[in-house]
C-alpha cells in the first residue's frame, strides 16, 4: 500500500512520546520521522515523556512513565523497542512491585518469532516469579524499521574504490548501569575497550572505521550508513550485531577481548547468551585466529592479493557483493527466526500499519 492507502484518523490520533533523553535523541529522531512519513498527514501529535490522553501512545523506553520517583506518570499505551538487542528489556521489572512492566502496556511491537515465544511460552513465562500476562494478541511483529534506509543505500552503487577489506568495529557502550555514565575501563562484556589495542593493527592491514555507541560518544548519533558502507562488522552484544546480520553482514565477535562470561551468565535467556553459548556466527578466540577468518572473507569478497592490487591501482568501482553466506554458523536460520523478513526494507510502513490498526479499535475511539 501507498501512504494513501491507509485509512486517515482524526488529528493526533496517534501520539509519540518522547523521553527526554540525551543520549538517544538521534535514534529517537529517527524511529518516530520513519514512522510518521508512512502515516496520513495530522494524525500524529508529538509530547515529552507524558502521554497524551484519548490517543495511541508509543514509547520507545519501558519504563516511560512508570517510576514511583519519575516526575512524569502518564505512562504510554504501545512500546517499540529503541533497538533490537534482547537484554532482557522486554522483561524488566517494575523497581516497586517486581513486576513485568510489559504488563503494563496494551500492545508490544517487536522484531520477530524470538520476542513472541519468549514472551508467550518461554522459561520466563513458565517461571511465576515473573509473572507474566502478556496475551498473543497483544504482541505485533513489525520488524525492525531502522533497516529501512540501510536497505534502501545498500541497493545503490557502491561510490568507493575497493581493493581491500573494509572493516567496522562497532561496539556496544561499556557504561555501567545507574552510575552517572561511569564506565568500565578493564574487561567488559562490551568489546570496548578490551579490542581498543589492536584498533592500529586493524587500520594498517584493512580498510578500517570505528563507530562507538552513542553513550561513548559527544555527537550521540547512531551508527547507520557506516553499516552498509562495511564488508564486515566486529561487535558484540548489541543492535548493530543484528542488523549487520539482517544486512548480510558477517560479524566478528572477539572473544578473547570480552567478558563473555558475565555476557552469558548475566541474563542467560536472552538472545545474546544463546548466540555465545551455542557461537552462532564467527567467535575467534584469538587475534590471529580473526584475522585468518578476516583474510579468508577479504579473498571471497574483494580478491587475492593480485586483484587486489589491480583494483587499488585502477581505483575501480565495482558492485557490492553478497557475504551472507560469510556469516558463519547458524546465522541464516537465527536472523530470520529473530528479525521478521516478511516486509523486509518496509517495516516502517508495516509498523505504521500496526498503529493506525490500534487506533482504529473500539476502545481509542471512544475515549474521544
Known amino acids: 500500500m501507498t501512504q494513501s492507502d491507509l485509512p486517515r484518523l482524526r488529528p493526533g490520533a496517534i501520539n509519540f512520546c518522547w523521553s527526554y533523553n540525551k543520549t538517544y535523541a538521534n535514534v529517537q529522531e529517527q524511529i518516530f520521522d520513519l514512522i510518521e512519513a508512512e502515516l496520513p498527514p495530522g494524525t500524529v501529535s508529538h509530547s515529552i515523556e507524558d502521554a497524551v490522553a484519548g490517543a495511541v501512545n508509543l514509547s520507545l523506553f519501558i519504563r516511560q512513565g512508570r517510576e514511583l520517583e519519575d516526575a512524569h506518570r502518564v505512562p504510554a499505551d504501545v512500546i517499540l523497542a529503541h533497538g533490537i538487542a534482547d537484554k532482557r528489556y522486554f522483561f524488566s521489572q517494575d523497581s516497586t512491585t517486581s513486576l513485568p512492566l510489559a ?4 500492545y508490544l511491537l517487536v522484531p520477530g518469532a524470538w520476542h513472541v515465544n519468549r514472551l508467550i511460552e518461554g522459561t520466563y ?3 511465576p516469579h515473573y509473572q507474566i500476562k502478556v496475551l498473543e494478541s497483544q504482541i505485533k511483529k513489525v520488524g525492525w524499521l531502522r ?3 540501510l536497505f534502501a543505500e545498500a541497493k545503490t552503487r557502491d561510490q568507493e574504490p575497493h581493493h581491500r577489506l573494509r572493516l567496522l568495529w562497532a561496539p556496544t557502550h561499556n557504561v555501567i548501569p545507574r552510575t552517572n555514565e561511569q564506565t568500565v575501563d578493564a574487561l567488559a562484556p562490551s568489546s570496548l575497550p578490551g579490542f581498543k589495542p589492536h584498533v592500529k593493527q586493524m587500520a594498517a592491514r584493512y580498510i578500517f572505521r ?3 555507541h552513542p553513550r561513548n560518544r559527544s555527537d550521540r548519533k547512531p551508527t547507520g550508513s557506516q553499516l552498509v558502507w562495511s564488508d564486515v562488522v566486529i561487535s558484540d552484544f548489541g543492535t548493530m550485531v543484528y542488523e549487520a546480520w539482517a544486512l548480510g553482514k558477517p560479524v566478528i565477535f572477539p572473544r578473547w577481548a570480552m567478558d563473555v562470561e558475565t555476557l552469558i551468565n548475566r541474563n542467560p535467556l536472552s538472545a545474546e547468551s544463546y548466540i555465545y553459548r551455542n557461537r552462532i556466527g564467527l567467535h575467534p578466540e584469538s587475534l590471529e585466529e ?3 577468518i578476516l583474510d579468508q572473507i577479504q579473498n571471497a569478497l574483494i ?4 586483484t587486489r592490487f589491480l583494483k587499488r591501482v585502477t581505483r575501480i568501482k565495482t558492485n ?4 551472507s553466506d560469510l556469516r558463519g554458523p547458524g546465522v541464516k536460520d537465527f536472523i530470520a527466526h529473530y528479525v521478521d523478513p516478511e ?3 518496509k517495516d516502517a510502513r508495516r509498523t505504521a500499519e500496526v498503529l493506525v490498526e490500534i487506533a482504529k479499535l473500539e476502545r481509542y475511539q471512544s475515549a474521544n
Open 303 to 306: 580478491g587475492n592479493r593480485l
Open 125 to 127: 513465562r513458565k517461571n
Open 147 to 149: 533497516l529501512d534506509p
Open 290 to 292: 580473526m584475522q585468518a
Open 343 to 345: 516486509r523486509q526494507g
Open 103 to 106: 504488563n503494563e502496556y496494551d
Open 320 to 323: 557490492r557483493k553478497d557475504a
Open 210 to 212: 570505528v563507530s562507538l
